[in-house]
C-alpha cells in the first residue's frame, strides 16, 4: 500500500497534460557560472511519456559567450529516439535589474531516429537569472519556431549549491497553448 500511494504522489507532483514533443522536450539548463569552467548537466525531465534522461555541457570561452548543448534519448511506445540541441548565448553588459544577469540565446533543436521521422526546431530565449543573497533564480522566456509553427514557453529554475563546483537545479517548463502545462525536471550540474 505504501508504494501504491508513493507512485500516486510521484505521479501527481510530476503529471503533465498533452502538449507538443517540442514545447515539452526544449529544455535549456544553462546558467551562469562562478567561472569560466565547463559544466556538465545530468539529470531528468517529466513529461507524459515518463522521464527522459537528459545530458547538457556548456561552455564560457569569453566573459560575455556561452556554447552549450543538450542530448536527451526517448523511448516512446518501444519506439527509441534521440532529442538534441545546440544553443549560443551571449551574456550583455546592460542589465534589466540590478541584482540580476541577462543571457540572450539562439539554437537549434532536432528530433530524431524515430519511426515516425524526425522534426527540427528553432528557439530564441532570453534568461534573467537573478541572486538575491544566497537564493539564485533563473526565469528563461522561449520563443520555439519553424516555418510552419511556433510556441512560447517560460523555464524556471532555481540553483542549490551543495559542494564548491556541485549544484542541484530542480525547475519546469511551463507552456501556455492550448492550455497550462508543464514539465518538471531536476538536474546535477558540475563545473569541471
Known amino acids: 500500500m505504501r508504494y501504491k500511494l508513493l507512485i500516486i504522489f510521484v505521479n501527481f507532483l510530476f503529471s503533465v497534460s498533452d502538449a507538443t514533443f517540442a514545447a515539452e522536450s526544449s529544455i535549456i539548463p544553462f546558467q551562469l557560472a562562478p567561472g569560466s569552467k565547463p559544466m556538465l548537466h545530468l539529470g531528468g525531465l517529466q513529461n507524459e511519456n515518463g522521464v527522459n534522461p537528459v545530458s547538457g555541457l556548456q561552455i564560457q570561452p569569453t566573459r560575455n559567450l ?73 526565469v528563461c522566456w522561449n520563443k520555439l519556431f519553424t516555418q510552419s ?4 514557453t517560460v523555464l524556471v529554475s532555481t540553483k542549490i549549491k551543495f559542494l ?20 518538471p525536471f531536476l538536474l546535477v550540474s558540475v563545473s569541471l
Open 66 to 138: 556561452l556554447i552549450g548543448g543538450v542530448l536527451s534519448p526517448r523511448n516512446i511506445d518501444n519506439d527509441l529516439s534521440l532529442y538534441h540541441h545546440i544553443l549560443i548565448g551571449y551574456i550583455p553588459d546592460l542589465k534589466l535589474l540590478k541584482f540580476s544577469t541577462n543571457i540572450i540565446q539562439v539554437g537549434v533543436h532536432r528530433y530524431r531516429f524515430s519511426e515516425g521521422g524526425g522534426s527540427r526546431w528553432f528557439s530564441f530565449s532570453v534568461t534573467e537569472a537573478a541572486q538575491i543573497g544566497s537564493f539564485n533564480l533563473n
Open 149 to 152: 509553427w511556433e510556441r512560447n
Open 164 to 183: 564548491k563546483d556541485l549544484y542541484l537545479q530542480p525547475g519546469a517548463i511551463a507552456f501556455f497553448t492550448p492550455s497550462f502545462n508543464y514539465s
